[in-house]
């Protein structure tokens, strides 16, 4: 089936850097209109200029995701201003490292509200637009730290396993409406997230990574494109991990 021939509109959370970044060039490449979103305007603008200059469409709005009431006003404004609101891709994401012994309030809350209650906003507010233009498609950006675990992140796995769960009963709503749902759990991939990490710990996940490489953006990004085309139709309710083998079973 080939893509529809207007022009779809995507809205992708994160998109000033890292694999954010890179789902919106790919998805511009895909002939997309992307709009791209974070909190840096500067940021985003320098992303907005790069898929512009390889002859992409794009445009870029500020919002914190962690604030419910400014994703619901992002979604209506976008969905407003292009008359429709077709792909959605939740990716905007913190760590806040800790032993559990020692993690606070803060450090669980603060990620719980970014990385899942954002994504049930965001999600919740695209369903009328998509609705409306009878398709559908929504990726969130999981992490194989929901599959598996991490020691450290017991505030971070809970989150990105949440929306496995999350997504797996929205892919169930909204399947008959010709909107899919799906996550996309990355395992250890090159971004400024995890260059803070030690190097002893690349060192692990490298070695706990069967191609023997860590991931780039570029490569989570591409599975994003493919679930969000119109050929992806009949995959929702799907985590699919792209880390490298990591976490086959
Ligand atoms: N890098 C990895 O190895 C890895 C592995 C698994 C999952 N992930 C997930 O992939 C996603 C992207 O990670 P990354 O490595 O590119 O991280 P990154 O830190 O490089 O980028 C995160 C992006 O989210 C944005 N963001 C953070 N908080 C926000 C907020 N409150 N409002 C709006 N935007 C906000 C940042 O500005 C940035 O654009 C995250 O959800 C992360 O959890 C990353």
Redesign the pocket.
Known sequence: MADDNSQRVALV?????????AIGYALAQAGRHVVL????QD?LDQVKQQIESTGGSASVHT????DGEAVTALVESVAGEHGRLDILVN?????RDNLLLRMTDDEFDAVMQ??MR?VFVACRAVLRPMMRGKFGRIVN?????GLVGNAGQTN?AAA?AAIAGFTRSLAREMAAKKITANVV?????E????DVLPDKVKELAKGATPVGRF?L?DD?AACVAFLSSDQAGYITGQVVAVDGGMTMC
């Open positions: 959370t994160g998109a000033s850097r890292g694999i954010g970044a979103c974070a909190r840096d940021k919002c914190d995701v962690s990716n905007a994401g913190i760590t970014t990385n954002s950006i999981g992490s194989v730290a971070y990105k759990a990355p395992g250890f991939i971004t400024e997230m995890t991931g953006p989570i």
